[in-house]
């Protein structure tokens, strides 16, 4: 018997090229969801720094200045830091609750970003239920940090995770009541629906006009789901020294810290995708609208343009949640928990009435 090479051969480059467009495929899947994770950490980076010169404004001091030009190498001079110093784990405590907690915590949090429509179809995945899976995404946060506060075998530590779940808790249904009433208005669960429908009716069919109520009550709950003052209660500095991340140090703190950071933007993000039309600038008798409007059409200028937008948008509610931070008090945990259970509750619950009631009467 006796074997033709030549078919050997072209056998042999047939399957390797297989395997070639295999490998291809893959990494084409992966690309995206790896500029998406380099543009964050970009963000989070460029918060940081934000946030830190806001704070010197506000507090009439010198902001960091030394680390790169204005000080903008300072949050990557930092987690350097962090990077290289020790992981100290607690003797008696629980290791694999103690090092599983902060990933929980940040994963849950990076995967929301994949339903965020950052200008027209610019979107990792367009799902049909993108709000509820962010909300029941971001709901496993809490564990982790619960998870964390217990296998730290700390009293404040454990105290800080059970206000965090608590807290979670208490203004999550707020939230959630809130998004409903946009799904509601935009008969759609979908992110790029809700942006959609917003854009139909240009500047005055954002939903902030519609829903008046329920921004406010979205803005204070999201203020609340980042653990920003004046709700953070979980790492209060005064009471529980620095609360789930009390016995954490290096990169495992790091991470929390970052953590905070990413909830704060992906909360930004979702206030201007429910309620400020997304990556839309309708401004009436503005040529620029229009000028904006014409662009869309041509490729990557288009989408760079929404994305100026989106992001110029959430980068307001940073500077609002950054100079909230320095201006008001800490509440205390009756008044945190009266105010989500009490009042937010019962003014969603009744915007969400009237939503319904309002597109009954419309049919």
């Known amino acids: 018997m006796r074997i033709d090479t030549t078919e050997v051969q072209d056998i042999n480059s047939f399957s390797g090229l297989e395997s070639f467009k295999e490998v291809y495929g893959i990494l084409w899947i992966l690309v995206p969801i790896l500029i998406l994770i380099l543009g964050i950490t970009i963000s989070v980076l460029a918060i940081v720094w934000l946030e830190r010169e806001i704070s010197a404004g506000v507090q009439q001091r010198i902001g960091p200045e030394y680390a790169g030009p204005f000080g903008i190498l300072q949050a990557l001079a930092d987690g350097?830091?962090?990077?290289?110093?020790?992981?100290?784990?607690?003797?008696?405590?629980?290791?694999?609750?103690?090092?599983?907690?902060?990933?929980?915590?940040?994963?849950?949090?990076?995967?929301?970003?994949?339903?965020?429509?950052?200008?027209?179809?610019?979107?990792?995945?367009?799902?049909?239920?993108?709000?509820?899976?962010?909300?029941?995404?971001?709901?496993?946060?809490?564990?982790?940090?619960?998870?964390?506060?217990?296998?730290?075998?700390?009293?404040?530590?454990?105290?800080?995770?059970l206000r965090a779940a608590a807290q979670s808790i208490s203004y999550e249904i707020p939230l959630t009541l809130c998004v409903l009433s946009i799904s509601l208005l935009s008969n759609s669960l979908s992110t790029v629906d809700i942006v959609d429908a917003q854009a139909k009716y240009g500047f005055w069919g954002w939903n902030l006009w519609r829903q008046p109520m329920g921004f406010i009550v979205f803005l204070i709950s999201s203020l609340a789901e980042c653990e920003r003052l004046p709700f953070d209660l979980p790492e209060a500095e005064e009471e529980l020294v620095a609360g789930y991340q009390t016995e954490y140090s290096g990169i495992r703190f790091g991470l929390f810290y970052v953590a905070s950071y990413l909830n704060l933007l992906i909360s930004s993000l979702f206030?201007?995708?429910l309620y400020l039309g997304g990556s839309n600038i309708s401004i009436p008798y503005i040529f620029v609208s229009e000028f904006f409007?014409?662009?869309?059409?041509?490729?990557?200028?288009?989408?760079?343009?929404?994305?100026?937008?989106?992001?110029?948008?959430?980068?307001?509610?940073?500077?609002?949640?950054?100079?909230?931070?320095?201006?008001?008090?800490?509440?205390?945990?009756?008044?945190?928990?009266?105010?989500?259970?009490?009042?937010?509750?019962?003014?969603?619950?009744?915007?969400?009435?009237?939503?319904?009631?309002?597109?009954?009467?419309?049919?």
């Open 271 to 273: 206030v201007t995708v």
């Open 293 to 363: 409007e014409i662009n869309k059409t041509y490729g990557v200028f288009g989408t760079t343009i929404d994305l100026f937008i989106t992001l110029a948008k959430s980068y307001f509610f940073l500077f609002v949640s950054i100079i909230t931070r320095w201006s008001l008090p800490r509440l205390r945990m009756d008044q945190l928990l009266n105010l989500g259970w009490k009042f937010l509750l019962p003014i969603s619950l009744g915007n969400l009435l009237l939503t319904t009631s309002s597109q009954l009467f419309s049919l």
């Open 80 to 161: 350097t830091k962090l990077l290289f110093k020790e992981n100290l784990i607690p003797s008696r405590g629980d290791i694999r609750l103690f090092s599983i907690g902060p990933s929980i915590s940040i994963i849950s949090i990076l995967i929301s970003y994949s339903v965020i429509p950052f200008g027209y179809n610019f979107v990792l995945s367009d799902f049909k239920i993108g709000v509820f899976l962010w909300i029941a995404i971001s709901s496993i946060a809490p564990i982790g940090l619960l998870m964390s506060g217990y296998g730290s075998n700390n009293k404040y530590s454990f105290l800080g995770g």
